[in-house]
């Protein structure tokens, strides 16, 4: 059996159908299946779900999707700038579109976001997962394959193995102009993962911010991940880790748009082009 994986795929549509387009050419699988994260982030969120469903891929969970669904039920704690990209997609997308499975299980295999119970478990972190690892009882022999790390991590802790696959999308630390995805065949006697990466021009991706609305309805945060997928390299992260610091400088609970704008004027943007001239450029 051959099973071809994508995970992170985050609203990247030109990712996304590049990898598939690699993934039909080369490998001809018998199923396709998205580790979570589908969408956030990218510009493109209904159009990456439609062409999901349209090549009958089963998609999973992922901690952005409960994101998101958090906004749409109108749940606490999503007030603030850092989170504009989430309500960009909650006025887009419906609460069936983007509910899934937490895991799916093929004997002694796992398919899951991060782990099936914590969407958000550190699988890119070894020092922090090999001893909460370590401490989980799961059977002997079981491997877990993730997404949620944008670059591939493997662990193995005693007799448990957990290979996070990287973000079809948006890699953290990746090459430009391609969409990671693997391929898992299963045989009698074990499996074996190969990981492929799909080219595709990261030219394309910055015009569908503009198109899809994104870039008006939060520039700033477009601006961050049109560059992280152009460049796939993070700078996400490094953005909100400074807007959290002067929001809590001023005694806010939430990143205000104040705070926000404060750290767009001060974050060091490649090439010291701000949002503003970002956007500006592209008209």
Not at 88 to 115: K, Q
Not at 184 to 191: C, Q, T, Y
Request: proline share 7%; aromatic share 8%.
């Amino acid at each position: 059996m051959r099973i071809a994986l994508l995970a992170d795929i985050h609203s990247n549509l030109p990712a996304l159908i590049a990898a598939l387009a690699d993934i039909d050419r080369k490998h001809a699988p018998d199923s396709i299946v998205s580790l979570g994260d589908q969408v956030n982030l990218g510009p493109s969120p209904r159009e990456v779900l439609a062409l999901l469903r349209e090549r009958g891929v089963t998609c999973l969970h992922g901690n952005h999707e409960r994101y998101i669904l958090s906004v749409l039920h109108g749940e606490p704690g999503y007030d603030g700038a850092n989170f504009d990209s989430l309500r960009f997609n909650a006025a887009r997308l419906s609460e069936e579109e983007i509910s899934f499975p937490r895991e799916m299980r093929l004997g002694s295999l796992i398919f899951t976001h991060a782990l099936p119970e914590d969407d958000r478990f550190p699988v890119y972190k070894p020092e922090e997962a090999i001893p909460a690892l370590a401490g989980m009882d799961f059977p002997q022999g079981t491997h877990i394959l993730c997404g949620h790390g944008h670059n591939p991590t493997h662990l193995r802790v005693g007799g448990m193995t957990v290979d996070s696959i990287g973000a079809a999308g948006c890699m953290d630390d990746g090459v430009p102009g391609t969409a990671s995805y693997t391929i898992l065949d299963i045989e009698k006697g074990g499996v074996a993962l190969r990981p492929f990466l799909a080219q595709y021009d990261p030219r394309a991706v910055r015009p569908l911010f503009r198109e899809s609305g994104m870039a008006d309805f939060c520039p700033v945060m477009a601006h961050i991940i049109c560059l992280q997928m152009e460049r796939q390299k993070d700078l996400l992260v490094q953005f909100v880790t400074q807007a959290r610091r002067i929001a809590a400088a001023k005694g806010e609970q939430d990143v205000s748009r104040a705070s926000w704008m404060e750290t767009d004027a001060g974050f060091p943007w490649p090439g010291g082009v701000g949002t503003a001239a970002f956007w500006r450029a592209q008209m």
